[in-house]
T-cell receptor, first 118, second 112 residues
């Protein structure tokens, strides 16, 4: 159980393109989802917290107008990288927390999306 | 979040036990100790977590020091599939709505 599906797994596109990444919890309801970014040889960095039915909370230094997050249902959050540029190339990973369980349950991660902007 | 310290890398042989240490000297009484691992080109995977008592599951064991200032993740019989970066993370009991703070972790290398 507790599967998180992330799509697409890889995107290669031209500079200036907007890219949407989907994160779905397949067998549980996720009131909260998280978006992380990981550059090569570095650790994961939290970008934003996505709450179902409300606005996302962004970490310091993350541009909310560039990284649009929508969490319209208890099983789906999307991250849209708007007008992507080469410096946005990275490994984007989502995670979800089972909202029905007590708060210290582990997070479940998707397999990540490797974004390459040419 | 309180900070954790882990060795940058460790090497072990296949089919032998592996003990991955983590120091967390500033841990608070309500912090749980979580372990995740990340295989190459994949998202992190939950391994185990505990508060005070040692914990066992199908993947690993977690040994927590009596003063809770350190812990050890134990892989009882390493396989090549266990080669990954292992992260030790502290999470407050009430911090379920918060994202995780990943350190650099320990890069575990398994030799055949």
């Amino acid at each position: 159980g507790a599967v998180v599906s992330q799509h697409p797994s890889r995107v290669i596109c031209k500079s200036g393109t907007s890219v949407k990444i989907e994160c779905r919890s397949l067998d549980f309801q996720a009131t909260t989802m998280f978006w992380y970014r990981q550059f090569p040889k570095q650790s994961l960095m939290l970008m934003a917290t996505s709450n179902e039915g409300s606005k996302a909370t962004y970490e310091q230094g993350v541009e909310k107008d560039k990284f649009l997050i929508n969490h319209a249902s208890l099983t789906l959050s999307t991250l849209t990288v708007t007008s992507a540029h080469p410096e946005d190339s990275s490994f984007y990973i989502c995670s979800a927390r089972d909202g029905q369980r007590y708060s210290n349950q582990p997070q479940h991660f998707g397999d990540g999306t490797r974004l390459s902007i040419l | 979040d309180a900070k954790t310290t882990q060795p940058n890398s460790m090497e072990s042989n296949e089919e032998e036990p592996v003990h991955l240490p983590c120091n967390h000297s500033t841990i608070s009484g309500t912090d749980y100790i979580h372990w995740y691992r990340q295989l190459p080109s994949q998202g992190p995977e939950y391994v185990i977590h505990g508060l005070t008592s040692n914990v066992n599951n199908r993947m690993a064991s977690l040994a927590i020091a009596e003063d809770r200032k350190s812990s050890t993740l134990i892989l009882h019989r390493a396989t090549l599939r266990d080669a990954a970066v292992y992260y030790c993370i502290l999470r407050d009991r009430g911090g379920g709505a918060d994202g995780l703070t990943f350190g650099k972790g320990t890069h575990l290398i398994i030799q055949p």
